[in-house]
Each structure stands twice: as C-alpha cells, then as structure tokens.
C-alpha cells in the first residue's frame, strides 16, 4: 500500500483503497455504496474505470461496479451519508493492452485516442511502485520485462488505429479510450433537433 501511495504521489494525487481482495472481487450492494461514497467525498467528475469486457474478471467486476455507482452517484435516495454530487459524472473505459475480449476476439473500436509520448517516463516511474504486480507476471507469465509489455500495449494500440484508420500517421504510444456518459450528450441533441423541428413548424426557422 505504501508503495502505491508513492506512486499516487508522482502525479500529486491521494490514493485509496476500498478492501477488494485479489481474485475475489465481486459486485455487491456493499462495495457498490463504498464506491458512490468515494465518488461524493472527492467530488469527482470525471472518472476513468475499466472496460466490461476486459480480460481480467476483476476489472470487468470494477467497470461494473463503478459504472453503477456513478450513475446513482447524484441521487439523494442512495443511502450513504455524503452528499450527491452535483451533476453525474462522465465515465470512461480505458482499453485492455491487447485491444481483445477474455478470448481473444478484437473489442469495439475506441472512440478516441491520447498520445502519452509525453508522460510515458512519469507512467514507468509509476509502474515503478507496483512491485507486487512485476512479481506477479514473472510468477504467473514468466514476464521478466512488465515495462516492455506495457510500451508494447501502447504500440499495439497505435498499429490498430494505422490499420484501421488509413489517414492516421500519429505517434507510436497511445492509449485508447469510450465514453460512456453519452446520455447527456444524446438528450441535449434529441432537445436541440426537436426544439429547431418545433420552431420550424411555427415559422421561426
């Protein structure tokens, strides 16, 4: 824990931890109540979670969880006892390095990229801290070079999009992302069009 509290302190930010256990994650009404008071305390609003369609089953419990919990996240009627947030939170899925499902199949295609050519030194300093987990994949996939793998998933992501995008020549290491709070989005569009169809019919377009 300490060691992934440093690793929070790079970016200068606060790191908590909500008691999942490894392996034995699951999606419950007690840990989603933990989450949607995490939420309310930092006041967040915008969060970066996992994908549900992730390889692991640990993050696709999280994305599950998170995605509950910040969709309730400013309703007064959970019962916790911080206050809501103010407005939703805007929800987004990261990317599995592999870019493919539990088996090996592609996912949806990302709805945009970011270039971390820039940050790509703060992320290994991060990965740094994460001993436990450099440990776990020479235990579990005899991976001496977590970080390569790492760099490799950003590559892997940027082939992607040059195969897939033909007008894309951009940088080599990228992450890909969705959003999943497209609701508001949505709604203000179909308020927008039915406004402008309301306003035509009467003669005021």
Same mark, same amino acid.
């Given at each position: 824990?300490?060691? !992934?509290?440093? &690793?929070?302190? +790079? !970016? *200068?930010?606060?790191?908590?931890?909500?008691?999942?256990?490894?392996?034995? #994650?699951? *999606?419950?009404? @007690? $840990?989603? !109540?933990?989450?949607?008071?995490?939420?309310?305390?930092?006041?967040?609003?915008?969060?970066?979670?996992?994908?549900?369609?992730?390889?692991?089953?640990?993050?696709?419990?999280?994305?599950?969880?998170?995605?509950?919990? &910040?969709?309730?996240?400013?309703?007064?009627?959970? /019962? +916790?006892? @911080?206050? %809501?947030?103010?407005?939703?939170?805007?929800?987004?899925?990261?990317?599995?390095?592999?870019?493919?499902?539990?088996?090996?199949?592609?996912?949806? %295609?990302?709805?945009?990229?970011?270039?971390?050519?820039?940050? =790509?030194?703060?992320?290994?300093?991060?990965?740094?801290?994460?001993?436990?987990?450099? *440990? #776990? $994949?020479?235990? $579990?996939?005899?991976?001496?070079?977590?970080?390569?793998? +790492?760099?490799?998933?950003?590559?892997? $992501?940027?082939?992607?999009? +040059? #195969?897939?995008? /033909?007008?894309?020549?951009?940088? =080599? #290491? @990228?992450?890909?992302?969705?959003?999943?709070?497209?609701?508001?989005? =949505?709604?203000?569009?179909?308020?927008?069009?039915?406004?402008?169809?309301?306003?035509?019919?009467?003669?005021?377009?």
């Amino acid at each position: 824990m300490k060691r !992934l509290k440093k &690793a929070a302190a +790079v !970016l *200068d930010a606060e790191y908590f931890t909500l008691g999942g256990i490894d392996g034995f #994650l699951y *999606d419950t009404k @007690e $840990m989603r !109540l933990k989450v949607i008071s995490l939420i309310r305390q930092v006041k967040a609003g915008v969060i970066f979670t996992h994908l549900s369609t992730d390889y692991h089953s640990d993050h696709r419990t999280t994305a599950n969880i998170v995605e509950a919990a &910040a969709m309730v996240s400013s309703l007064d009627t959970v /019962p +916790v006892k @911080e206050k %809501p947030v103010e407005i939703t939170p805007l929800l987004y899925h990261t990317s599995p390095l592999t870019l493919s499902d539990p088996l090996g199949s592609q996912i949806v %295609p990302p709805h945009f990229f970011v270039d971390v050519t820039s940050v =790509i030194e703060t992320k290994k300093k991060m990965l740094g801290y994460h001993i436990s987990q450099i *440990d #776990l $994949m020479k235990h $579990m996939h005899k991976m001496d070079d977590f970080f390569g793998f +790492v760099l490799e998933g950003t590559e892997t $992501m940027a082939k992607w999009r +040059v #195969l897939n995008m /033909p007008r894309f020549t951009g940088s =080599i #290491l @990228e992450e890909a992302f969705r959003r999943k709070n497209r609701f508001r989005m =949505i709604f203000q569009n179909f308020l927008s069009i039915n406004r402008n169809s309301y306003e035509l019919k009467r003669g005021k377009v």
